[in-house]
């Protein structure tokens, strides 16, 4: 019998149960809720960088995002606060799309 011991998506143990087999789950207090995500959203930022068809981007993108909306949820902060501090920063330092590559910086 695999163990996995790992954040699940709601619907998973549902699944399991369809194919004929047994779950065994437990319902996480917040604490554990919390820390949990945050290894799914390594798990998923992994697995994105692991990817290279178009079609695998879209699919561990879309994973890394729900983990992270999770997450976002779970701590009170809101779609709206994240975009406002990413407007800021872009304002102030600029984003990616120059792809400049930092080598050194001399005294």
């Not at 779950?23 to 990817?51: G, I």
Request: with cysteine.
């Amino acid at each position: 019998m695999p163990t996995y011991n790992k954040l699940v998506r709601n619907q998973i143990p549902a699944i399991i149960q369809q194919a004929g087999k047994l779950p065994k789950t437990t319902v996480l207090d917040q604490v554990r809720y919390v820390e949990e995500l945050k290894v799914k959203l390594l798990e998923e930022a992994n697995e994105l960088c692991k990817a290279d068809e178009q079609n695998e981007v879209v699919e561990e993108a879309a994973d890394l995002l729900e983990v992270l909306y999770a997450l976002l949820d779970a701590k009170g902060i809101t779609l709206e606060d994240i975009e406002h501090v990413r407007r800021q920063k872009k304002k102030e330092r600029g984003g990616f799309e120059e792809r400049i590559f930092l080598k050194e910086v001399n005294k």
